[in-house]
């Protein structure tokens, strides 16, 4: 549970992204996907007590278990919006050490965009549900 924030977290205090000036919907996303309470398959899976091996995206083909770092580097179905917003380096051979990066970063800029992914992205799954 929670493998992107055990990967990410080192200490227990106020975390950077918080503490800037983006909008607050934004903030709220990243915190989501953080802490895994999220709609993604790897966390509704558990409630239905699905096999991990099993709760693969829905939205693509690629037989991928539908996780933070499938959903926001590499399911295709997402990749019109995370062109539109993750950076290039993060996207090119992606890696769990790139998702934690990018989680962690101090940029206003990239935080932002990541919200904006995140936020858009669940958006545009919702409205799409299988």
Known sequence: KS????HIVNTFE???YLKKPLCKKYKKVICQYRIS???LHIETGR???TNINMRNCKFC???CIDDEYHFILTCPYQSELRNKYINKYYIVKPSMFKLCQLFQSNSIQKLSNLGKYLHHSTELRKANQL
């Open 61 to 63: 083909n690629l037989g």
């Open 3 to 6: 493998f992107v924030y055990k």
């Open 37 to 39: 309470a999220h709609s």
């Open 14 to 16: 106020l975390q950077v």
């Open 47 to 49: 409630y239905t007590k």
